[in-house]
């Protein structure tokens, strides 16, 4: 299988568990009468500001990720950038579609819960014939206009300038006001097309200032919902992989080596990374797990560690070897004893 091919059915499967969660949530909705989807901050916690957290979003965004990742880890695949793209395009659908049915709820809607297809053809309608942008503007909006009234925005005619001074340019104008006078520039084709390409874009930015509130609530719960699917894009895009054949790697083993003190961890770190860079993969194993102990203590001051992966596809294997010591919060790695290296023999801890 491609790697592009384990992309699409990735993203199907992505999109069919964040379909499943939207439709659960709206259905639910239709049987208790809580905006589930829709809830906010402000709902649960309180407090105005929170009213610009999509909780119910966000929560639906998490649960419908994890189709994306469930499909990609078992299928060992790294997300292309596409696979963003579409995160964020399915986002957008399911939220206009979420956003569409509560508003239908909201005006009154009844009886979309009483069977399956009564449901679904509840959905369609809703989806097909949204009344999102209908709804403020039948309220006046912001701007105080209605939908007749935005849909008939004329252009506005700007005022001719004055004479430049220059005689040949105010000729040419003087000619060009002669023909504007003497014919209708409106009723010439390209007339009327300047003409219906100035209402629209004066349409368009109307709609847009009086449904300012809305859209800000949609793009909102657009960027809470693609928000799981954005995280875990990121997680996977940043596990090691086979750059031949675009696959994560699958771990196979981990071994980690304690020392209480640095002379005996650089003895033992110095004779690893010598056969590391022999190629001396399986030798390194051995010699690493000859020294030190296999459990941390209260004692333990230093560690090394050998991590190997392979590629399920090609078989490649790669090795990683770290040294870290101790300190107040934790383990810190020490970047000089660092050693990464890919065989396309196989290596093994036994």
């Not at 005689?167 to 390209?190: C, F, L, R, Y």
């Not at 086979?242 to 020392?259: A, H, I, N, P, Q």
């Not at 203590?297 to 294997?317: A, D, F, K, P, V």
Request: charged share 15%; glycine share 10%.
């Amino acid at each position: 299988m491609t790697w592009m091919n384990r992309n699409i059915i990735v993203v199907l499967l992505g999109t069919a568990t964040s379909v499943t969660t939207v439709v659960t949530m709206l259905y639910l909705q239709g049987k208790i009468g809580l905006p589930l989807f829709g809830i906010s901050g402000q709902t649960i916690f309180g407090g105005p500001l929170l009213a610009y957290i999509p909780v119910g979003a966000i929560f639906a965004g998490f649960l419908g990720s994890l189709g994306f990742l469930a499909g990609s880890l078992a299928m060992r695949n790294r997300p292309a950038v596409i696979a963003l793209v579409a995160i964020l395009g399915i986002s957008m659908g399911l939220v206009y579609v979420a956003e569409s049915a509560e508003l239908e709820y909201y005006i009154g809607a009844r009886g979309t819960t009483k069977s399956v297809p009564a449901f679904g053809h509840f959905l369609a309608v809703s989806a097909f014939h949204s009344r999102l942008y209908q709804w403020s503007l039948w309220q006046g909006g912001e701007g105080g206009e209605s939908m007749a009234s935005l849909l008939s925005a004329g252009a506005s005619t700007a005022p001719h300038g004055q004479g430049t001074g220059d005689s040949k340019v105010d000729g040419i104008d003087a000619s060009v006001q002669g023909v504007m006078a003497s014919e209708d520039v409106s009723k010439t084709s390209a007339g009327r097309q300047l003409t219906e390409m100035t209402e629209g874009v004066e349409s368009i930015g109307t709609m847009f200032k009086a449904h300012r509130a809305q859209s800000i609530l949609l793009v909102l719960q657009t960027l809470g919902f693609a928000l799981g699917g954005i995280l875990v894009y990121v997680h996977l895009r940043s596990i090691t992989y086979c750059k031949d054949c675009m696959l994560l790697l699958s771990k196979k083993g981990e071994k980690t080596r304690y020392f209480s003190r640095s002379r005996d961890m650089h003895l033992s770190v110095d004779e690893v990374l010598t056969k590391l860079r022999d190629k001396q993969l399986q030798q390194a194993i051995h010699a690493h797990l000859a020294k030190g102990v296999d459990h941390d203590g209260n004692w333990s001051e230093y560690c090394s560690t050998i991590e190997i992966q392979r590629c399920l596809q090609c078989r490649s294997h790669v090795m990683d070897f770290r040294a870290k010591h101790k300190e107040d919060k934790g383990w810190k790695s020490i970047q000089v004893l660092a050693f990464s290296t890919t065989t396309p023999e196989p290596i093994d801890f036994g």
